[in-house]
Every structure is written in structure tokens, then in C-alpha cells.
């Protein structure tokens, strides 16, 4: 079993991410966790879920920097782990959460209901996580229509804005993909609320409406193995439906690529 390691500092411009590359901390996988109407990103350690302060702060459209101040002024337990993307983040245990949506439900620090229909409360949610939160979590899924045939791929990065996405460049029809973890890293998201989203039958009948295919294919290049992948059409549509949900670095994705043109941040790369 790997240890877990406390926290002993604050990352200066981000709480979650760790620069030393050089600690093995222990290794997470995404999970999916449906709670009514709201799909929770979270991460399963040692048979215990944590979450990021992005995963616990917006689905319910509140700042990750409050929840981070929240926690650390009472004192909350940090852990680092490795995420599957190799990214090492800081993460905080399920009673965390808990103890931060009760304190915005006493305090009256946020809305009684988080949907237009009035149907979803923080309150409800924080029981059903009280009961037994492992019922919640969702079964691995293999997304949808995934092809079982294997791409041979070259990765490369293009800038867009002030940001660089990992884009594959597959060897038979040159065509450009996106690996699901890079796609959703790249709004500060995770894979597992990717699979939410598609799982949700109104959710991608909408996405399909608007050109989104779904067509999942593995890729392989030497540098990182085998790998899902979306086409890079298919992430500009997933970047949208999270542009239209408030999320700030979609829209700032989205606008750059409309600015400069999706094609010509490709040319050089073809």
C-alpha cells in the first residue's frame, strides 16, 4: 500500500499542483461519482475517494480559492498523490468536502437549489454522500463506439494563447486527435466527468446535435503507450458544452482558437 504523505507547504500560484517532479507520490485513478443531477470528479486512493478543490468547488459553482481558504484555516488534511496524466496535485479526503459544503449550507453562502428547476440541493447532496458515498461511484466504462484497432501516432504541441495542448498526429490519415486525459487537463477537468457527460443519454444527444461524434480510438506513440483519444474536432465540441457551463479556461481555449483559426495553429504541424 503507498503512503500517504501530508502536505507540509502551499504551492505559490497554484494550491493543487506540485512542482517536484522528482517525489513518487502515490498514484490515484479517476473515478465518477452521480449524485442527482450532478456529476463529481473525484479520485480513488487506498480505497478512499478524494477530490481535487476544482472537483469539489465547481459543480457546485463555487471557487476553488474559497474552498482552499476554507479548509486550510481549520486546519484540513492535504495529501499528494500522482494523478493518471503524471501530474502530481494536492487532494483532500471525502469528510473535507463534507465539512465545506456544511459550512456553505449553515452560512447561507450559497443558493438554495443549483438548478433552474429547483430540483438538486447542496443539502441533498451532502446526505446522500453521508449515507454511503461507494454507491455513488459510477462502473469503468469504455465510453462509446471505441475501435479496437490500434494507431500508430506522433505527438506534438501547438500553442493556443497563452496555453500548449499535446496533439497526435496519426500515421495512416495524417488526421489530428487529442488524447481524453490532455483534452480535459487542458480545462482543468478530469476524463471521469467526460465519461458522465456521454453516459448521460440527454447530455450527448445534445452533443451529437452540434456535430460531436464520440468516436473514441487508441493511439499509440513511444513516448506514452497506448492512449483514448477524441478528434480534435470532437474536444473543441467537449470544450464548448464546459465553456457554456462557466468554465473560464474552455472559453479562453475557445476564443483563442477562434481568433488565430484552429487550422493555422495546425499548418506548421502538418
Known sequence: MAMTHLIAQTHHTDPQIIDDDFLDYPHVDHICLQLEE????????????????????????????????????????????????????TVYPLNSLLAYWKYLVSDNLIP???????????????????????QL????????????????????????????????????????????????????????????????????????AKGFSGKILYCYTETQGIMKTMSLGDCLHIWEYFALKGNTKAVYLLSSCSKLGINSLLEFKS
Open 38 to 89: 450532478v456529476t463529481l470528479g473525484a479520485y480513488s486512493l487506498d480505497n478512499q475517494i478524494v477530490f481535487s478543490l476544482r472537483q469539489m468547488s465547481i459543480p457546485i459553482r463555487q471557487s476553488p480559492r474559497q474552498a482552499q481558504q476554507f479548509l486550510e484555516e481549520n486546519g484540513y488534511q492535504k495529501l499528494w498523490v500522482t494523478t493518471p496524466s503524471q501530474r502530481n496535485l
Open 137 to 208: 461511484i459510477q462502473p469503468r466504462v469504455n465510453l462509446i463506439n471505441q475501435d479496437s484497432d490500434l494507431l500508430k501516432a506522433t505527438p506534438t504541441r501547438i500553442t493556443i494563447g497563452q496555453s500548449q495542448l499535446e496533439i497526435l498526429k496519426t500515421e495512416d490519415d495524417q488526421e489530428f486527435r487529442v488524447s481524453l486525459s490532455a483534452a480535459m487537463d487542458a480545462i482543468g477537468s478530469s476524463v471521469a466527468l467526460l465519461v458522465g457527460i456521454i453516459n448521460s443519454r440527454r447530455k450527448l444527444k445534445k452533443l451529437k
Open 112 to 134: 438554495p437549489y443549483l438548478d433552474k428547476n429547483q430540483t438538486v440541493s447542496l443539502k441533498q447532496l451532502i446526505e446522500q454522500l453521508e449515507k454511503d458515498p461507494n
